[in-house]
């Protein structure tokens, strides 16, 4: 027996179709991936591993948007975590250390929203050992320019995963 498709569904697929064909009609209406916007990100990322490296939390947490949430994979147990709380976790730990790599940054034609993504690394203490343990993982943020400056609305990081 065959489905059928209602009229609510006709309309909907119809909605879609024409949405596609009007992008498809648009030129530029891709993300940029250089210029000022892009070059900016990739600052406020190199100054955000600067913080990090001084263990300057407010310098670090200024870097985010007020209501930026981070989302973390790289340990056994995941965290959705404020930034200035992911932070403070962070630099209460002697050993710890954050570095971000940035590979690809895209900005929204409109330059208010933008995505980067690329690796990051890890070191912090094993609860259970007492030892250094040391994670490379994948790290991916939204990005909100807010009066003028770019800040991090959201992150996630989670490990790659060693294929033996």
Not at 122 to 149: I, L
Request: glycine share 8%; net charge negative; charged share 20%.
């Amino acid at each position: 027996m065959a489905a059928t498709v209602g009229e609510g569904g006709m309309r909907a697929l119809a909605v879609v179709l024409a949405v596609l064909a009007l992008c498809g009609c648009q030129q530029n209406a891709g993300p940029i991936y250089d210029g000022p916007d892009v070059e900016a990100i990739r600052a406020a990322d190199a100054s955000l591993n600067a913080a990090i490296e001084r263990r300057d939390l407010a310098a670090a947490v200024a870097h985010y948007d007020m209501s930026s949430l981070i989302t973390e994979w790289l340990r056994v147990d995941e965290q959705r975590i404020g930034a200035s709380g992911s932070y403070e976790q962070l630099f209460s730990d002697p050993n710890s250390a954050l570095v971000f790599d940035v590979i690809d940054v895209e900005v929204s034609r409109s330059a208010d929203l933008a995505v980067s993504g690329g690796e990051c690394s890890v070191t912090r203490t094993n609860p259970a050992t007492s030892q250094p343990e040391s994670y490379r993982g994948h790290c991916m943020k939204s990005w909100r320019r807010v009066d003028g400056a770019w800040l991090i609305a959201r992150e996630m990081r989670a490990p790659i995963h060693n294929r033996n």
